[in-house]
């Protein structure tokens, strides 16, 4: 028996080297807080970049939330895209039958487009141009894969100093399949009304399809080019009457297809307005964006362009190459069978700790070969991360993030997290992340050189955010 120590132990200590997550990352500061947990900025030491851990503290208390977390963590992993924020890691359990806390390690992103535009009044029409693209092209692999959205918004739009956005916060996106009906799926919808389509504002039609995520990429574009919301709805019926404001009546036809009977008799009922013309509603744009834009914002579902067909616009001219576009193969109904049947937190606990181990590749082939111990606990980074992040939220205070004194402005993509002062000398045009024109320039000849999609399985290699010269700016991706 002696003589086979030796190799046990060789044999644990590469198990703790591969899987000693907790001497991996050098934690820097507390970046967010809010009702999942607390975010922190980190360095990868392995790697050199910098990250952002994210505890997600009492995962199962309420299984409607456990769902959701599983159905983020599990669309991230399947929608491996350069415009889709990445899931670099999740921490492993110490204990699959135990565990409460996740700590899932994403990239760091430097501000969201909300921030952005909010601090740039300056962008250019490449800025514009290069913006779209990247978030149709997106939704064009999102909606491929029979995945909708449903909260586009500029907070959950990334965004780095190179101009490079990234689409997050999928917790309240769905998977349709072709036999569930659709209508099943969005009895939950309560995205932010600002970006809500019109038959998501009244309950318009029997089957809602990819175009509710057109109309939020609509709005969006909408705000990026004067500064501020649309249709910022103080109510549905306020949201309605914006809308019609700028696009007109809906035609009769439009209005017969409403199967809501008190929206189909408002809409009825309302009176005749004339559409304003975009050129009025948007001088300054170039003309080209200005077709593309109206196209996104038809009242209709059905006269809203796919996003393959909105990336075909002549708006994109030298920047669209189908190569760069890909699609991806639709999520299979085993990925998500959880949804169709009823559940216990056991079951989710399970499904979730499955999803951990895709992280963990070792552990993943023993755990499908039915060779996990079952009494064993894995070496984890857990005790050791909880510690520290204990520590650093008793030392930062309860109610807000902490901001060292050499951090210019913190931005966090969820309303839980209160953050949302912008330092004066981020407002003034020579401080501006984005307001050069040739960085959009820059950013757009790099994007068409190196930012392509070898298949639907893996990611092209991409060198760590680059942080502007003097400014220090975290924004996480909020999984729950």
């Given at each position: 028996?002696?003589?086979?120590?030796?190799?046990?132990?060789l044999?644990?200590?590469?198990?703790?080297?591969?899987?000693?997550?907790?001497?991996?990352?050098?934690?820097?500061?507390?970046?967010g807080?809010?009702?999942?947990g607390?975010?922190?900025?980190?360095?990868?030491?392995?790697?050199?970049?910098?990250?952002?851990?994210?505890?997600?503290?009492?995962?199962?208390?309420?299984?409607?939330d456990?769902?959701?977390?599983?159905?983020?963590?599990?669309?991230?992993?399947?929608?491996r895209?350069p415009?889709?924020?990445?899931?670099?890691?999740?921490?492993?359990?110490?204990?699959?039958?135990?565990?409460?806390?996740?700590?899932?390690?994403?990239?760091?992103?430097?501000?969201?487009?909300?921030?952005?535009?909010?601090?740039?009044?300056?962008?250019?029409?490449?800025?514009?141009?290069f913006?779209?693209?990247?978030?149709?092209?997106?939704?064009?692999y999102?909606?491929?894969?029979?995945?909708?959205?449903?909260?586009?918004?500029p907070?959950?739009?990334?965004?780095?100093?190179?101009?490079?956005?990234?689409?997050?916060?999928?917790?309240l996106?769905?998977?349709?399949?072709?036999?569930?009906?659709?209508?099943?799926?969005?009895t939950?919808?309560?995205?932010?009304?600002?970006?809500?389509?019109?038959?998501?504002?009244?309950?318009?039609?029997?089957k809602?399809?990819?175009?509710?995520?057109?109309?939020?990429?609509?709005?969006?574009?909408?705000?990026?080019?004067?500064?501020?919301?649309?249709?910022p709805?103080?109510?549905?019926?306020?949201?309605?009457?914006?809308?019609?404001?700028?696009?007109?009546?809906?035609?009769?036809e439009?209005?017969?297809?409403?199967?809501?009977?008190?929206?189909?008799?408002?809409?009825?009922?309302m009176?005749?307005?004339?559409?304003?013309?975009?050129?009025?509603?948007?001088?300054?744009?170039?003309?080209?964006?200005l077709?593309l834009?109206?196209?996104?914002?038809?009242?209709?579902?059905?006269?809203?362009?796919?996003?393959?067909?909105?990336?075909?616009?002549?708006?994109?001219?030298?920047?669209?190459?189908?190569?760069?576009?890909?699609?991806c193969?639709?999520?299979?109904?085993?990925?998500?069978?959880?949804?169709?049947?009823?559940?216990?937190?056991?079951?989710?606990r399970?499904?979730?700790?499955?999803?951990?181990?895709?992280?963990?590749?070792?552990?993943?082939k023993?755990?499908?070969?039915?060779?996990?111990?079952?009494?064993?606990?894995?070496?984890?980074?857990?005790?050791?991360?909880?510690?520290?992040?204990?520590y650093?939220?008793?030392?930062?205070?309860?109610?807000?993030?902490?901001?060292?004194?050499?951090?210019?402005?913190?931005?966090?993509?969820?309303?839980?997290?209160?953050?949302?002062?912008?330092?004066?000398?981020?407002?003034q045009?020579?401080?501006?992340?984005?307001?050069?024109?040739?960085?959009?320039?820059?950013?757009?000849?790099?994007?068409?050189?190196?930012?392509?999609?070898?298949?639907n399985?893996s990611?092209?290699?991409?060198?760590?955010?680059?942080?502007?010269?003097?400014?220090?700016?975290?924004?996480?991706?909020?999984?729950?």
């Amino acid at each position: 028996m002696q003589r086979d120590h030796p190799k046990k132990d060789l044999k644990d200590m590469d198990f703790f080297t591969e899987y000693g997550d907790a001497n991996r990352y050098k934690i820097l500061e507390v970046i967010g807080k809010g009702s999942y947990g607390v975010v922190c900025a980190a360095i990868d030491t392995h790697t050199g970049e910098k990250v952002a851990i994210k505890k997600i503290h009492d995962v199962f208390e309420h299984i409607s939330d456990a769902i959701r977390i599983l159905r983020e963590v599990k669309l991230l992993r399947l929608l491996r895209h350069p415009d889709i924020v990445e899931i670099k890691r999740i921490m492993l359990p110490p204990s699959k039958r135990e565990f409460k806390d996740i700590f899932v390690v994403f990239e760091l992103m430097e501000s969201d487009l909300h921030q952005v535009i909010k601090a740039n009044d300056d962008l250019t029409r490449e800025h514009h141009q290069f913006f779209l693209y990247q978030m149709l092209r997106a939704l064009k692999y999102m909606h491929t894969a029979n995945v909708y959205h449903r909260d586009l918004k500029p907070k959950n739009i990334l965004a780095n100093a190179n101009c490079k956005l990234k689409v997050c916060d999928f917790g309240l996106a769905r998977v349709a399949f072709s036999d569930t009906p659709t209508t099943v799926f969005w009895t939950d919808y309560v995205a932010t009304r600002w970006y809500r389509a019109p038959e998501l504002c009244g309950s318009f039609f029997s089957k809602y399809t990819p175009a509710i995520d057109i109309w939020s990429i609509g709005c969006i574009f909408a705000e990026v080019l004067t500064g501020k919301p649309l249709f910022p709805g103080k109510s549905v019926v306020h949201q309605l009457d914006l809308i019609t404001d700028l696009l007109g009546t809906p035609s009769p036809e439009t209005i017969s297809g409403v199967r809501n009977d008190k929206a189909r008799k408002y809409l009825t009922e309302m009176r005749r307005k004339q559409p304003v013309s975009f050129m009025q509603k948007f001088p300054n744009a170039d003309p080209l964006a200005l077709r593309l834009l109206q196209r996104l914002l038809a009242f209709d579902p059905k006269d809203r362009p796919t996003a393959e067909e909105a990336l075909a616009d002549p708006y994109f001219k030298g920047l669209s190459k189908i190569e760069r576009e890909p699609a991806c193969h639709p999520i299979s109904k085993l990925e998500f069978e959880f949804e169709r049947r009823r559940v216990t937190k056991e079951d989710i606990r399970e499904l979730l700790y499955r999803e951990i181990l895709e992280y963990h590749p070792q552990l993943l082939k023993d755990y499908m070969n039915g060779n996990e111990g079952t009494n064993f606990l894995y070496p984890s980074a857990i005790g050791q991360f909880r510690k520290q992040f204990a520590y650093l939220e008793e030392n930062g205070g309860r109610s807000a993030p902490v901001i060292p004194l050499e951090r210019k402005h913190v931005s966090l993509p969820r309303s839980t997290v209160h953050s949302n002062t912008i330092p004066p000398n981020m407002q003034q045009p020579n401080s501006t992340v984005f307001g050069n024109r040739q960085v959009a320039e820059d950013a757009s000849k790099s994007f068409r050189a190196t930012d392509t999609i070898p298949g639907n399985a893996s990611r092209a290699s991409r060198p760590p955010p680059r942080v502007p010269t003097g400014i220090s700016i975290f924004v996480l991706l909020a999984v729950c």
